[in-house]
């Protein structure tokens, strides 16, 4: 019988740790603070982060998770509840933005993906809150899914940037 060993490098370990500690802190965050002026940019830092220095699948799980606790620890209203695929998707597309071109330009990237991330974020939720909610309701939705996403993807943007900037850790 041959056995078959994998050695585990420092960088994997790493990569690995990276992932777990990106990970607790898009899950466990939102059901603890409550202020999307403190997730937002916390949340928007670990994707941008996750986006850099992981795999595009490993970013993804990431990118999954913070609309759901959110919704289910009340941070995200219940009435934006059908938004929750539309923010997983904003997530995924500020990830595949920022990976795709910061190798080459960091901060265009980043501003981009975090453009492109309130653009369908503030369209969807116009669109699927007038739909379901009523207007009052809508508004203030919409309100919720419009400059706060772009202002909080850009401050965790720029954290990212600066956390990059400073530190070693391997791609």
């Not at 990970?23 to 670990?46: D, E, K, R, W, Y």
């Not at 772009?150 to 954290?159: E, K, N, P, S, V």
């Amino acid at each position: 019988m041959k056995t078959i060993s994998k050695t585990l490098t420092k960088q994997k370990v790493g990569k690995g740790a990276l992932f777990l500690t990106l990970f607790s802190i898009a899950a466990i965050l939102p059901a603890v603070i409550h202020q999307q002026a403190i997730t937002g940019p916390i949340i928007n830092t670990t994707l941008f982060l996750a986006a850099y220095y992981l795999s595009f699948e490993l970013a993804l799980m990431i990118a999954l998770f913070p609309s759901i606790i959110a919704l289910s620890a009340g941070l995200l209203p219940v009435a934006l509840a059908p938004m929750v695929p539309f923010i997983m998707i904003s997530n995924i597309l500020l990830i595949w933005i920022f990976k795709k071109f910061s190798k080459t330009q960091k901060i265009g990237s980043m501003i981009g993906a975090s453009a492109l991330k309130f653009i369908f974020l503030y369209l969807t939720s116009f669109i699927v809150t007038n739909l379901i909610v009523k207007a009052e309701i809508a508004k203030k939705a919409s309100l919720m899914m419009s400059w706060p996403q772009l202002l909080t993807a850009i401050t965790g943007g720029f954290i990212a940037l600066s956390i990059i900037k400073f530190t070693k850790f391997e791609k």
